[in-house]
């Protein structure tokens, strides 16, 4: 699993409310990412960070922030979830300093009621 | 739109025989191209990568042909068996940019005994 750890791994939450998704890597590795996996459109990237507080918007950002306050930690916030924001959330690092080698963690199940 | 289109959705294979997974490309700069294995209830698994300098990679009995005029890359499986079941995704990305990985939408494959 190279070090990483998502949690929560399942949640429930209501339509407009706040949820942070949290992602820990053990490893001093540079470059995070949050992805979303849904039916039909394989992985998307949300947000990527390459650094402390160095974050970028992928291509399905809208409605969703990130921030990294420390190298292990890597934060997704669902300002006000939606239910088009149900999906299975996949964190991934890489360990190579070009970027390559993604490796990902098992998943957190959001489902939004 | 879709980065790397990927095909078939899904595969049904015999034991014993070749899995072939192909995914197209357009974007020229994409200098890594992995594939990722996922089972249900897991994170996607980095199972093979190769980058356009090489038009083969082989790995056991997974290989991946890499054609750079057409912008195509393919995944055979040779000898297929059961516990290669699993959905398999292609990749592309742009290295020492930290950047993005762009997936296809995924092949479920089936090995049937």
């Known amino acids: 699993d190279a070090g990483i750890t998502q949690s929560p791994r399942h949640k429930v939450t209501e339509t407009g409310t706040p949820v942070t998704l949290r992602c820990h890597q053990t490893e001093n590795h540079r470059y995070m990412y949050w992805y979303r996996q849904d039916p039909g459109h394989g992985l998307r990237l949300i947000h990527y960070?390459?650094?402390?507080?160095?974050?970028d918007k992928g291509e399905v950002s809208d409605g969703y922030s990130v921030s990294r306050s420390k190298t292990e930690d890597f934060l997704l916030t669902l300002e006000s979830a939606t239910s088009s924001q149900t999906s299975v959330y996949f964190c991934?690092?890489?360990?190579?300093?070009?970027?390559?080698?993604?490796?990902f963690g098992q998943g957190t199940r959001l489902t939004v009621v | 739109q879709q980065q790397v289109k990927q095909s078939p959705q899904s595969l049904i294979v015999q034991k014993g025989g070749i899995s072939i997974i192909n995914c197209a490309y357009e974007?020229?700069?994409?200098?890594?191209f992995p594939w990722y294995q996922q089972f249900p209830g897991k994170g996607p698994a980095l199972l093979i990568a190769i980058r356009p300098d090489v038009s083969e990679k082989k790995e056991g009995r997974f290989t991946i042909s890499f054609n750079k005029s057409a912008k195509q890359f393919s995944l055979h499986i040779m000898d297929s068996q059961p516990g290669d079941s699993a959905t398999y995704f292609c990749a592309a990305s742009i290295l020492n940019t930290g950047n993005q990985f762009y997936f296809g939408t995924g092949t479920s494959l089936t090995v049937i005994p």
């Open positions: 960070s390459y650094g402390v507080k160095d974050t």
């Open positions: 991934a690092i890489s360990i190579a300093q070009t970027g390559a080698e993604a490796f």
């Open positions: 974007n020229t700069a994409f200098d890594y």
